[in-house]
């Protein structure tokens, strides 16, 4: 089914970034153009038309360069090229031109915080020994204790384990320490090195030139340490999976030191738009687990970044109270500094949201699930995950839609261990199962060898594919009435039609405390949209008069049942 769906031809007086909704593309999981089991870039732009018929404004490419994918491509060996496994700079030129020609922006990952230890500034660190130029493009610190054998502090590393690891010098003797705060394989770059500014710019402007309309930053909140790089104290614990503590108190995280990168940015990127026009902005959005929310706020000033990912919003548990507190401090911090808010409830790195909502409303958000851990409840999670969705496409603002999620996806909850890929399964020892899960390749066609998602005869894919995804490819959904797929057309079109990434929100009084109601209004609209979302197990009866424009389940009359959003016209 083709929609009529042009956004760079929309109100040019709003820049496009203020209510695009962007969906993010794994490239390893995507589409598989050469039959490898992996997929990559001429797979992606043979499926743009898909994107482009399900309503998005831009796509967001997770990294493609190249690297030893210890992390899966957040390793980069080289910022300027593509890893072979993807293709090359031709396919991703290729991309860049088709999508553009479909009507999609593009914005790519830039991983800034550290290198791939393949990279040859690191390789050059090794060879050059302690106090050396090349050395102090890195993290490198003496150890602690007399023979220097204990870590430089006591960090710990996001994926598991300490933040240091030592290494031989090339005499063979036992050395200095770098830091790492993910996988060993990422060391850490000084950002107090302006040599490390200097690369940084140069990859921005190689591939501005080459036409991308923006960068997501990965780890925006951690590429200023704290002076002196001081020991925390044992209670203060960070994990970007888990629930973060206030992320300022912790010497590793959201240091006042990152604004001045992003200052520096922004003027790069305005050096692509001499004449201000709004259609040809380039943006950046900060991958920042920052709380409390008003720090996410400062990322985001008008000499910052353009969005940051509204992580406290992921978070938030399905309740009514929660949503209108996060929506409300949304508005208010980002809309404080001139920002649109931004949305988002999955991702690369989290539980699926069909599946995270399907535990108990308030359990905290594991980080992987395994066959023998705890289940979520199935169709409660989908239930809830698409009356979260049309909420979502509700707000003003700008919202992030991960690949998969427009079929309802759930998690992949077994994987076995043994093919687990996410560094976090080792480095814990085993405790937390990581991201695979969530990443599983996308399924295209129900009735293929692996749902469509390649060419090849066979069914061998990076990552396992549960059955469950046959039934939910692409094929299986399209023209569907009350799937999840023509679901998420309707809402999209609705969105454009109605301008609601561009309304004033109102909430409405009179529901209770169990249903979320918010009115929206655009000067530009005749109507209002009156979206209400039942959290209560009693139906809610819809107000007398009200047009249903569309519901995230079928609604038995004119009640709206416990875990649905309804929009409406009054
Ligand atoms: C955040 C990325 O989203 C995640 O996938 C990655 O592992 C870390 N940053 C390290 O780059």
């Not at 809830?384 to 979502?392: D, I, W, Y």
Request: charged share 25%; proline share 7%.
């Amino acid at each position: 089914m083709t929609i009529d769906s042009n956004p760079i031809a929309r109100d040019s007086s709003l820049a496009w970034w203020r209510d695009a909704v962007i969906y993010q593309v794994y490239p390893r999981s995507w589409a598989d153009g050469n039959g490898d089991g992996i997929g990559d870039l001429p797979g992606i732009t043979a499926r743009l038309p898909y994107l482009r018929d399900l309503g998005v404004d831009a796509i967001w490419i997770s990294p493609f360069y190249v690297s030893p994918m210890a992390d899966a491509g957040y390793d980069v060996a080289n910022y300027k090229d593509i890893d072979p496994l993807f293709g090359s700079l031709a396919d991703a030129d290729a991309l860049i031109v088709s999508a553009k020609d479909l009507g999609l922006r593009v914005l790519i990952d830039l991983v800034p915080n550290h290198t791939s230890d393949e990279h040859e500034w690191f390789q050059a660190a090794l060879a050059a020994g302690p106090g050396s130029r090349e050395r102090n493009r890195y993290l490198f610190r003496d150890g602690q204790g007399t023979d220097g054998d204990e870590p430089p502090n006591n960090w710990d590393s996001v994926f598991g384990g300490g933040v240091w690891e030592r290494i031989t010098e090339a005499d063979g003797t036992p050395g200095q320490w770098y830091m790492h705060i993910f996988d060993v394989k990422q060391p850490d770059l000084n950002w107090e090195n302006p040599e490390v500014h200097e690369m940084f710019r140069s990859v921005l402007r190689f591939w501005l030139d080459r036409g991308v309309d923006g960068f997501r930053v990965d780890v925006a909140h951690g590429m200023v340490k704290a002076a002196g790089l001081p020991d925390v104290d044992a209670s203060t614990t960070f994990n970007f999976e888990g629930r973060p503590v206030p992320t300022n108190s912790h010497p590793m995280w959201d240091q006042d030191g990152v604004h001045e990168i992003y200052q520096d940015w922004r003027r790069v990127l305005e050096e692509y738009n001499t004449n201000g026009d709004p259609a040809t902005d380039r943006i950046l959005c900060a991958e920042a687990w920052v709380e409390p929310m008003d720090r996410l706020g400062r990322y985001v000033r008008s000499d910052q970044m353009h969005q940051s990912f509204n992580f406290p919003y992921l978070d938030a548990p399905w309740r009514a109270a929660d949503l209108q507190e996060v929506i409300t401090d949304s508005l208010r911090i980002f809309g404080d500094v001139g920002a649109p808010a931004s949305w988002v409830l999955s991702n690369h790195d989290v539980i699926r949201h069909a599946s995270r909502l399907g535990y108990p409303v308030g359990e905290e958000r594991p980080i992987g699930i395994g066959a023998d851990d705890s289940q979520p409840n199935a169709i409660v999670g989908l239930r809830r995950a698409r009356a979260a969705t049309a909420l979502m496409l509700a707000l003003p603002g700008s919202a992030y839609i991960y690949q998969g999620e427009e079929l309802g996806l759930p998690e992949h909850t077994a994987v076995p261990d043994d093919l687990r890929q996410d560094p976090m399964w080792e480095r814990t020892g085993h405790t937390s199962r990581g991201r695979d899960g969530c990443r599983i390749p996308m399924p295209w066609v129900g009735g293929e060898p692996a749902y469509g998602f390649g060419t090849a005869e066979g069914t061998d894919t990076w990552l396992p594919m549960p059955e469950i995804y046959g039934a939910l490819a692409v094929d299986r959904q399209e023209g569907v009435a009350d799937s999840t797929l023509e679901m998420y057309r309707t809402f999209l079109r609705l969105r454009r039609e109605h301008q609601l990434g561009s309304a004033h929100l109102t909430w409405v009084e009179g529901y209770g405390n169990d249903v979320l109601a918010l009115r929206l209004s655009h000067r530009d609209m005749a109507d209002d949209v009156v979206v209400l979302t039942n959290f209560a197990v009693e139906a809610l009866e819809l107000p007398a008069g009200a047009t249903v424009l569309a519901s995230s389940h079928r609604l038995p009359g004119t009640a709206l049942p416990q875990d649905t959003t309804v929009w409406i016209t009054d």
